[in-house]
Each structure stands twice: as C-alpha cells, then as structure tokens.
C-alpha cells in the first residue's frame, strides 16, 4: 500500500489513477484545504478501485501515526503542501507551517514506524532564474519566494535525514509546468478563486468565464518576447511518480530528479494551442511583466531519461485539448 498524501489534489489525483492502474494499492491523506472528496470518487470512477481517504491534516501526528498503524505502507509520496506563490508572499508563515511542519511529522510518523522508501514534491522554482537553459540537476538553487523556500528547504531536511540514515530512500522531484487533465475529462485542475497560472486562466477565458487573458509582458528576451516555460502533461508528471517508486527498490540514499519535456513553449504558443483545441480565438492584452516572473525555463530531463526510463509523451496540443475536456464537461470544477 503507497501513501499518497495531498493525494486529493491535482497531480495527486492523476498520479493516484497511474499507481493503481499498475495495480498499486494507495490511501489518501489530505486536509481538503485545496481540492475535495469528489476527485478522489472520481479516481475511483476511471479506475474501478476503492481509494480509502483519510480527511486530516499531515501537521498533525495523531492522525499521521494513525494512518500508518491502520494501513500497511510500504512507501509514501508527499504532495501534500500549499503551492500559490503570490499567497506565499503575503501569508509567509502560514507556508512555512504548513509545508515544513507537514514534512517533519510525516518523517518522524514514517521512521516511526519503519516505513523509509520517500517520493517528494519539489519544484523547479527551486532553480530560481537560471542562468542557462535546459536546466539540470546540479545547477546552482536559489529562490525568490517563501514557496520556493519551503520547497528548498524541504529538499534540504530529506538530504541531511539520508546522511544521516542510510535505511531512508529518497526521490526528489523536480516538478516543472504541470497541464492538462485526465483524458476521460473526469479530473483536472480545480483553483478556488481566480487562476494564477496560465493553463487554468487560459480555460476560463475559453469558456466565458473570464474576460480576457492577460499576457504578463512581451519584452523578455525570448522569441516572441513572452515568458517561456516547459509545460508537462499532468498524466506524463504522474507517470514519472510510478517510474521513481519503481527505481526506489534499487536505489540508495537519496536522488534528484526534473521531471519536464525539455522544450519551452511561449505564452503566445500556448494560447494558439488552445485556441485549436477549444475552436475559437482567446481574447488578450498583453500588459505589464508579473512581478518576480522569469523570461525562460526548461528543464533537462535527461537524467530522468536515462535512469528512470521516463520521458514525457504528450504535446502541449494534447495538454490543450485534455484540458478543454475538464473545462468543458466540468464547468465549475467539482462543485
Ligand atoms: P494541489 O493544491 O492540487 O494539491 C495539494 C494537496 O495537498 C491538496 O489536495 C491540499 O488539500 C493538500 N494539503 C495541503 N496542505 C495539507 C496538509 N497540511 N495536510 C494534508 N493535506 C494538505 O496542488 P498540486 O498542483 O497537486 O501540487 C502537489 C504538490 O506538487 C505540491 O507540493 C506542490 O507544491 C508541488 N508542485 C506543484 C506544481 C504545480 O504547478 N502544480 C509545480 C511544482 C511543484
Ligand atoms: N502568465 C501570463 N498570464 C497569466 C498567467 C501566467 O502571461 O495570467 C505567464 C507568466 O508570466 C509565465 C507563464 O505564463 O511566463 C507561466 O506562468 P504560470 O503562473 O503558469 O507558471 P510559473 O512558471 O510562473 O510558475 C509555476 C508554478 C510555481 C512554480 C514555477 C516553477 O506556479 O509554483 O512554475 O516550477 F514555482
């Protein structure tokens, strides 16, 4: 059995679908504070397999402890965690409590009760602005933002908890742009509120709900002059935790890994894929750069390549058109 907490969430859900479609057995931890028991039914749907939720929060050890008394766990992925950057900025403490206290429970719950084998979510916000591209793992870190700090230091606590314990092995993955959905349109990005990224923005102006997109500056050194990132395939990101559980038997001590396509794609190519997936134009202004933001990040997958044996399979066409899917079928999400 693999504990996926936050596994409500996003690429928790996806990854859920991917693990017990390989005839993995999972249970969910999370506190619902960004996502709802609906996703998880949902993974249930596609899937035809019951997924045991546990509503709670992974600060908290009685119920951490009690998830790992009541389930056989032979391993955990941690997605669990706050995520939006400008929210970071203006609730700082709120996100290093909850992240850091998050993983420092769920590691003392989990050498507690002898369960060492760890998948963590990272982020390639971890790379801050790189000073070249593709981006790979040895490059220099540094980060601009409390998120990124909790995500960094997060990192850093699993590197000195394997130097000090070789039992424990650990795989740090570098997340770069997660898109799309769930080809059956069941699961997909849900925010509350109005989107900070571009994908989910991008949906809600497709479909009425939001007037225009606003293209956050044309003047960065880059083809077209928009911010240039490397969007991924949630169901190719989720296939990724798959391929790092599976090279976690074998591996020792702990390992990083990007999990990207290794190609950037412009803000202005990213609403001409929509705009074919979804049948009609996407209104936009560009206005001025977004505080904080980068011209350009790509990742170097090729040592998840070589030693997991993963690489992303999906275009960003078909991250459009899934996306459109969730959008459409699900236009308030899973209210
Ligand atoms: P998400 O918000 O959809 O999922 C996170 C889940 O964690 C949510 O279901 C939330 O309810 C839950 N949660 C938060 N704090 C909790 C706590 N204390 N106890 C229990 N549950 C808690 O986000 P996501 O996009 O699925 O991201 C998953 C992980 O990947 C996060 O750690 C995020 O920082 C990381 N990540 C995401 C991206 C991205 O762009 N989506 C990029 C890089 C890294
Ligand atoms: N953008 C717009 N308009 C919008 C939203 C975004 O033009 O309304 C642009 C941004 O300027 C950027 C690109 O679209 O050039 C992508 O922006 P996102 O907000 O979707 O993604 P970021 O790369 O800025 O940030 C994401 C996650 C962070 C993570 C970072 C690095 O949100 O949590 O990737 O992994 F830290």
Redesign the pocket.
Known sequence: MLLL?????????HTAVELLDRGHRVVV???????SVE?VRRVEKITGQQVPLVV?????REVVERVFAEHDIEAVV??????AVGESVSQPLRYYR??L??LLTLAEAMDAAGVRDLVF?????VYGDPETVPIAEPSALRVTNP?GA??LFGERILEDLTAASPDWRITLL?????VGAHPSGLIG??PNDIPN?LFPYISKVAAGRLPELNVFGDDYDTPDGTGVRDYLHVVDLARGHVAALDHLGDQEGLEVFNLGTGTGTSVLEAVRHFEEACGHPIPYRVGPRRDGDIATCFADPGKANRQLGWRAEHTVAQACADAWRWQSANPDGYA
């Open positions: 907490t936050g596994g409500a969430g996003y690429i928790g859900s931890l999370d506190n619902l504070v960004n996502s996703a709670g929060d992974c600060t908290d941690h997605f669990a965690g706050l995520k909850n992240n206290d998050a979510s990272s982020s390639a916000t998120y909790t995500k570098r997340y770069f742009n997660p990005e849900d990224n």
